[in-house]
């Protein structure tokens, strides 16, 4: 269901592209904590773009995590060129998770909305290099499971929140036309 979702989202921006300007990108942050990423974006006017991050991991760092999850995100180009100089956005994120911290085992799902203001640095061409910043609102809710001779029992439902999380990333970006 996940692969198939992921899958049918790439599907759909690249069907929408035959046009546009698009960009490909990794989020180095996300590398350097070893969860794989993967962007693209697409010029959808003179001064905007929009954009889809997909990414995952299992056992960053080597401890027992396991997510995956998808980014959409608009952005508004001040320079008034995509890929270029100043820009303000909007983000949303989508996460599904299953962490094992401290005794406890928690599955459950995370989504998160927020802004974002960046500046893309044109080392070529083709070559660019954004840094953004930003807050997220994020909501999770998940189920917590305490362990016992090597099962689990003690299901505590609905455990929800939400939470104010900094946002930071430098992409690596290739544009590809």
Known sequence: MKRSLI???????????????????????????M????????VVGS??????QIFGAT????KDVEMIGFSPRFRYW??????AQFFLGANAQFVNYDIFWSKTKYQGNAVSGGLEVGY???LSQRFNIEVSGG?????YKHKEYKPADGYFYGEKANAYGAILTPR????????IR
């Open 47 to 52: 001064k905007h773009t929009l954009g889809v």
């Open 168 to 175: 930071l990333e430098v992409s690596l970006v290739y544009v």
């Open 78 to 83: 001040i320079s008034g060129r995509p890929f």
């Open 59 to 62: 056992n960053p760092w080597g």
């Open 120 to 122: 893309s640095f044109n």
């Open 135 to 139: 807050t997220d609102l994020k909501y």
């Open 7 to 33: 899958i049918g989202v790439f599907m759909l921006f690249s069907l929408c592209a035959s046009a546009q300007m698009i960009a490909v990108k990794s989020d180095a942050v996300k590398d350097i904590a």
């Open 35 to 42: 969860i794989p990423n993967l962007g693209v974006d697409l």
